[in-house]
């Protein structure tokens, strides 16, 4: 199981004409910059995957591929460029989704440029995006920080705020983050009330360190929280209010920081990962901790964690911009990007000196601006806004292949097979045309032929068996199959069962009542996909619906109970999916239910 779930290293992909790029160099985004993140979530929003795009082992300011293109709004040729500082790609095959969102952002914000790849050109992929994260900031009396940078980018809330107000659902306050005991580590407003992630990404920009102090549930409360593959980013004293705390912090260090002094030059290390990613110069600014260092004979507890520090001194003095997997769970990331699956057990930490960044433009000609990219970099870059950290939902349908008596029994069963939670999971049964519905199982509902399950959050492992009992009308062939629908991150996605056909009173006039899943999904592009949809509303109040990612993997057994695996895929990974002849399918299932259940993370 573990090495199904495992996802792709980061390898080269092979990108079409056609392809879309979002440059993030200043030769073509030096006053979109900040907005072109925007645009990124927007398409993440409406379900268009979206590729970063950075060459493994790159140096500072080295190009990350080259090709030619037309730019979208003027129609003006770009001949040979050399793209850098991590672009965004749409494969070619997600291009007429994502041209509509282009066209719309470009409206409001023209000065996003938007690239139309004129040939085929190949480049290194770090990370795949499938799903606009969910993100929580903290009411630590200094969120105007981060709402500045919120909307300097064009970023709302869970709820389409772009304001980002002190009412929003996601601004959380320390009492609302530390929960109403003490024992329970996982009931404050990151988690649910089965101890579940809720949110993808935390940010605090000056929690203050006596807070932490005195509220050290806080702390307690995110440390629970970076054990699934989610991210703290922190900035200034919010760096050592929960990295400096020694009953829960030292995430990234073995006994704290010092507070180090602002450098005026920089060493730049770890520029082929995408928190790395910035194009022109950078300067950092003042506060009360404007940047780190380790105390003397300490070293991180990841080999790759620092990548902007002072010039000329050695990594742990005056380090201004680090990130890594809490506890160094999963180092080497030097060696090249990507993750393994132990990666997906743990969260990420990032920290960043300085009070408060600009957000002027030409990002050129303001090299304090560069920090509230960083900033945003870190938003995109958590594994739970990809294939690999996203639920992998199972769902399979079991029926008699044939009945001699009216009355049949209907079974469903579910799974979340991934690390994260899939979200206000409802289940659905839509009942064939001329059945009569008994009873159903686990206060399942019935209403106008549908049978319908609120399933809550489903977090890792967690999944039944529901059933439903109807009466059969007139002799003849019955076809049925269910639906879960959930959200991940902020996307609504859909995942269908298998069909399956009862003969009733007839001779069977198909394979016998044998339900076969589809493939879920085979082919070389980078966008080829699974059988998740993810539907999000669009500018125009409509609806887009697309593949929620790209890899290749097929399931294709048989049985009356073939599962459709909802699970997702990322780079060259195949997708899970059990073997399933005939009454053994739920056995089988079951059986995975089990193991899975019994690896369950539980609440403290």
């Known amino acids: 199981m573990a090495l199904a779930l495992a996802p792709a290293p980061a390898s080269a992909a092979d990108f079409a004409a056609g392809s879309l790029v979002i440059p993030m160099d200043t030769d073509y985004q030096d006053l979109g910059m900040l907005r072109a993140y925007g645009l990124v979530y927007e398409l993440l929003r409406q379900g268009v995957p979206v590729h970063w795009a950075i060459k493994a082992g790159k140096g500072h300011a080295e190009a990350d591929f080259t090709t030619s293109a037309t730019d979208v709004a003027s129609g003006a040729t770009i001949d040979g460029h050399g793209y850098r500082g991590g672009p965004w790609v749409i494969d070619a095959a997600d291009a007429a989704d994502a041209l509509p969102i282009v066209e719309a952002w470009q409206q409001d914000n023209p000065d996003v440029a938007v690239h ?27 969120q105007k920080i981060a709402r500045k940078y919120m909307m300097a980018a064009g970023i709302p809330d869970s709820v389409g705020d772009y304001g980002w107000p002190d009412t929003s659902p996601d601004m959380l306050d320390p009492d609302e983050l530390s929960g109403p005991t003490e024992d329970n580590l996982r009931d404050g407003a990151l988690f649910d009330a089965e101890g579940d992630p809720v949110y993808c990404q935390f940010m605090s920009m000056h929690w203050g360190v006596k807070d932490a102090q005195q509220n050290q549930q806080v702390v ?26 020694a009953a829960h912090g030292h995430f990234l260090t073995p006994n704290g920081f010092l507070i180090g002094q ?6 730049y290390y770890e520029t082929d990962t995408p928190f790395g990613q910035l194009d022109g110069p950078f300067q950092s600014v003042g506060g009360s901790e404007p940047a780190y260092s380790l105390p003397e004979g300490d070293s991180y507890k990841g080999s790759d964690i620092v990548m902007i520090t002072e010039a000329g001194t050695s990594i742990g003095i005056n380090d201004v911009w680090m990130t890594g997997f809490v506890d160094g769970i999963c180092p080497g990331l030097e060696v090249g990007p990507g993750l393994s699956a132990a990666c997906l057990t743990a969260g990420k930490v990032s920290y960043l000196g300085g009070h408060e960044y600009d957000v002027d433009l030409p990002i050129s000609q303001n090299p304090t601006t ?9 938003l995109f870059e958590a594994p739970c806004a990809t294939a690999e950290g996203s ?3 199972s769902v399979t349908k079991s029926a008699p292949a044939t009945s001699d008596v009216p ?6 069963t579910f799974v979340n097979m991934g690390v994260m939670p899939a979200l206000d999971a409802v289940l659905t049964d839509t009942l064939p045309a001329g059945v009569t519905f008994v009873s159903a199982t686990d206060d399942g509902s019935h209403v106008d032929g549908v049978v319908t399950w609120q399933l809550g959050n489903l977090g890792e492992g967690e999944g039944k068996t529901v059933s439903v009992i109807v009466e059969l009308g007139a002799p003849g062939v019955y076809e049925n199959s269910a639906r879960l629908q959930y959200r991940a991150g902020v996307n609504a996605l859909v995942v269908d069962s298998n069909a399956t056909m009862t003969a009733y009173g007839v ?5 016998g009542g044998t339900g076969t899943s589809e493939p879920s999904g085979t082919g070389a592009s980078a966008s080829d996909s699974g059988g998740v949809t993810t539907t999000a509303p669009t500018t125009g109040g409509g609806e887009v619906t697309g593949p929620l990612t790209g890899g290749a993997g097929s399931s294709g057994e048989t049985g009356d109970s073939a599962g459709e695996t909802g699970g997702q895929t990322g780079g060259e990974g195949c997708g899970c999916h059990s073997d399933m002849t005939g009454g053994a399918g739920s056995a089988s299932l079951l059986g995975l239910l089990g193991l899975l259940l019994r690896r369950r993370r539980q609440a403290n």
């Open 116 to 142: 139309e790849a004129s040939e085929g050109f190949a480049s290194d992929v770090a990370a795949t995006l499938v799903v606009a994260p969910t993100i929580a900031m903290m009411a630590d009396g200094n």
């Open 220 to 245: 307690a409360e995110m440390r629970e929280f970076l054990t699934h593959p989610t991210h703290l980013f922190a900035e200034c004293q919010a760096v050592n209010a929960f990295e400096n705390l």
């Open 262 to 267: 602002q450098p005026d030059m920089y060493e």
């Open 370 to 378: 560069q920090g509230t990219r960083l900033f945003l970099n870190s």
């Open 391 to 393: 639920p992998q939902i």
């Open 407 to 412: 009355e049949v029994t209907f079974d469903i």
């Open 507 to 511: 001779e069977p006039t198909t394979d």
